[in-house]
């Protein structure tokens, strides 16, 4: 486990850890959009679990439960995203203790090309925070990552030594 100190009035505040999960669905075998995700994620400041491509449902949701993490950002570019991704956050949500767990899907989501508004709006009726196709630039995720960090620093923090 990774902690991130900071010197803090002659003590030292520990940051509870800000792990980001990044993985693919279990019928996409594209790497390349979770390299780019891994970097992209990390250059925001978070540490990042990247479970790779073909992630089963069970992989996605043990990780999740086991890791905790801050945010899970599914990315998909086969096009099968949208139906794909109604399963998965369907059986994430019905986990109790990932009820809150932020949620976003991205890429390329369908084969007809971008989403619908109505598309979109049952992806988050279903349960994921935001939706980000891949017509958009990555700004909009930034922003819904910078809420993150916000919201992490109104965490309760200990500090030790004081």
């Known amino acids: 486990m990774s902690e991130e100190m900071n010197a803090y009035r002659g003590g030292v505040v520990t940051e509870p850890p800000r792990t980001v999960i990044v993985s693919s669905m279990a019928s996409d075998s594209h790497t390349w959009n979770l390299v780019y995700l891994e970097l992209l994620v990390g250059e ?8 790779g491509a073909c992630v089963p449902d069970e992989l996605l949701e043990s990780e999740c439960l086991s890791r905790r993490p801050t945010m899970l ?21 019905s986990f109790p203790e990932l009820r809150a767990l932020p949620v976003v899907i ?11 508004e109505e598309e979109t709006a049952r992806l988050l009726l279903a349960g994921f925070d935001a939706v980000f196709d891949d017509q958009q630039n990555n700004a909009s995720f930034r922003r819904f990552a910078a809420t993150l960090t916000a919201g992490a620093a109104q965490l309760p923090v200990r500090v030790e030594g004081v």
Do not use: E, M
């Open 44 to 51: 925001l400041g978070f540490d990042v679990v990247n479970l």
């Open 73 to 93: 950002v599914i990315s998909s570019v086969n096009g099968h995203g949208y139906q794909d991704g109604l399963r998965v956050i369907q059986r994430l949500r």
């Open 106 to 116: 991205g890429g390329k989501l369908g084969v007809g090309g971008p989403l619908t």
